[in-house]
């Protein structure tokens, strides 16, 4: 409607959920229903549907971008010409760890939930796990392979990605005040995990 009223015409994408059974799935369309929503974009005079978008978190390696590369491959066959050549960008989101991988606590760890499961507790919390990730040009080459593999010939299309996490984790630290002492072992401070991220620092 803001278009209609502004006589323009604006370049629009759509999310892809990547995975359709999980709550994550509140966030894009199936890739099922990737043709109707092309036909209702059609509809729409001053929308240019012309690119998608899908986003995979906490990655240490390529392999879930690779296998939902296939599945979009082959939805994309089943698109009418038309449709595939309106696409003119992908959008790969973010979620690429960086080289040192992720740092995970015993209850994130395949022992630490049958430790929670059997004995209802998460184990030493103190304790940390490290999973290191592949390096950023092993992500790239193996999303490239399966674009060219998977993506038809018809589309001409530019990719986008998002490595945030991977560019800024070495250089990034975050100065916390301590604004009151309530023990020996507990402080207050004026940030949180908020500004940290994920649990780093939760013992």
Known sequence: KVAVGQGKSIRAGVRLTTDESGIWRK??????QLS??????????HVELSGLQFHLSWN???DKYVVFIVSLGSALRGLERS???AIKFLDIGGGYWPPQGEWLQAAATPEGVLHQTLLQTSGN??????????TIDDFANHIAQALKK?????ISYTV???????LSNEAMH???RVVDRKAADVIITDGGTHAVGWARFES
Do not use: M
């Not at 919390?125 to 592949?134: E, G, N, W």
């Not at 986008?160 to 991977?166: C, V």
């Open 160 to 166: 986008y990605t998002e490595p945030g996490r991977w």
């Open 150 to 154: 998977q993506i038809p010939d018809d």
């Open 60 to 62: 240490l390696n390529p």
């Open 83 to 85: 449709y595939r050549q």
């Open 125 to 134: 919390t103190s304790d940390h796990y490290k999973y290191a990730s592949v």
């Open 174 to 176: 975050i100065l916390l």
């Open 36 to 45: 109707r929503f092309f036909a209702e974009a059609d509809k729409c005079r």
């Open 27 to 32: 966030f894009g369309i199936p890739l099922s």
